[in-house]
């Protein structure tokens, strides 16, 4: 955990907030401040459909890392 909660200065530019929890129900504030997912590149099929299909609903894009030998992509 504690290494997933620091970003290294040079990707400050993202401005990107992790939030962490408990497995389970996690609540937090108001929904206008979420603005896209990204999934994991191992993150199982059935995790991701089921993620998709909640954050459609907000209108919360979902995005899912791939990894193609060297490189990262969306």
Same mark, same amino acid.
């Given at each position: =955990?504690?290494?997933?909660?620091? %970003?290294? @200065?040079?990707?400050? +530019?993202?401005? /990107?907030?992790? =939030?962490?929890? &408990?497995?389970?129900?996690?609540? @937090?504030?108001?929904?206008?401040?979420? $603005?896209?997912? @990204?999934?994991?590149?191992?993150? &199982?099929? /059935?995790?991701? $459909? %089921?993620? /998709?299909?909640?954050?459609? %609903?907000?209108?919360? $894009?979902? $995005?899912?890392? %791939?990894? /193609?030998? +060297?490189?990262?992509?969306?």
């Amino acid at each position: =955990m504690r290494v997933l909660s620091q %970003k290294n @200065y040079r990707w400050l +530019y993202e401005r /990107e907030w992790r =939030m962490f929890g &408990p497995q389970g129900l996690v609540s @937090y504030g108001g929904l206008s401040c979420v $603005k896209s997912v @990204y999934i994991g590149f191992c993150a &199982p099929i /059935e995790l991701r $459909k %089921k993620i /998709e299909g909640r954050l459609s %609903k907000l209108n919360i $894009k979902v $995005k899912t890392i %791939k990894i /193609e030998k +060297y490189s990262i992509s969306f």
